[in-house]
Structures are given as structure tokens and as C-alpha cells.
């Protein structure tokens, strides 16, 4: 499934480049030890602009899906319908992320399973954006 650009900030700057060398980053608070994402220029819990990045295991589960049968988005229309799952990160289970699930039918998913993070090229500028398979 072809994957937008994301258009990198200040701020997601540093996640993006992990993506790029196939690391999956978090926030992370060095005043209150809380990581967060997306990320934010400070914490959202306390505020302080104190943000590092903290690597992940890149595991995960499947904490619930949609499957998106007639999206707006022209790129992805040939690939109808297409699984938008939510990834539970193992490392924080406050954290969530979207997935479509490469490798899994549309509907074919089920809740609870583990996930392992991998990188996908996008067409339009060669960024790497996180996606989920399952294990």
C-alpha cells in the first residue's frame, strides 16, 4: 500500500530521522520520566520543556481496528478496503500508533495480537514511516 509523506517539524524532526535508520523513538520527559507521542515541544503531563528521545523495543499489540472501505485520500483508494488498526506499544501501553497491518487481510484482524514494528518507504520523498506486522 503506497504510504504519504510526512512532513517533518522542529519538533517530529528527530522521530522522523529514527524512522530512517529503522528506529522506532519516543518522547521522553526527563522531568517527570513519562514518554509521549506524538510528540509535543513539552510534556503534556508537567509541562516541561525538558523532551529527549527514548528508543523502543518496536513491539507491540493490537489494541483495536476500522476498516476503511471508501477513503478520501486518492493514493490509497486502489487498495479499498484496508485495515486502520491501533498499536499498543509493549514498551508503554499508554502509547498508541496506526497501522495497516501489512500482510493482514481487510477484517482479518484480531485484537490482542503481537506486533512488530517495520519501515516503509514513502513514493514521494524516500522517508521511512513506521508500520506493523504481525508476529
Not at 530521522?17 to 513539552?42: G, I, Y
Not at 528521545?53 to 493490537?62: L, T
Amino acid at each position: 500500500m503506497p504510504k504519504q509523506s510526512p512532513v517533518p517539524d522542529e519538533v517530529s524532526k528527530p522521530f522522523w530521522d529514527a524512522c530512517n535508520q529503522n528506529k522506532l523513538v519516543v518522547q521522553h520527559c526527563e522531568t517527570c520520566d513519562r514518554m509521549q507521542f506524538p510528540p509535543e515541544s513539552t510534556c503534556v503531563k508537567c509541562e516541561s520543556s525538558s523532551m529527549g528521545w527514548k528508543e523502543v523495543s518496536g513491539m507491540g499489540k493490537i489494541h483495536g481496528y476500522c476498516v476503511m472501505h471508501d477513503s478520501r485520500i486518492r493514493l490509497l483508494q486502489a487498495d479499498q478496503p484496508f485495515n486502520i488498526a491501533v498499536i499498543e506499544l509493549q514498551d508503554d501501553p499508554d502509547i498508541k500508533m496506526f497501522s495497516h497491518l501489512p500482510g493482514t487481510d481487510a477484517d482479518e484482524v484480531v485484537i490482542g495480537s503481537i506486533v512488530r514494528v517495520e519501515f516503509q518507504d514513502t513514493e514521494a520523498t524516500g522517508q521511512k514511516v513506521p508500520e506493523w506486522r504481525v508476529v
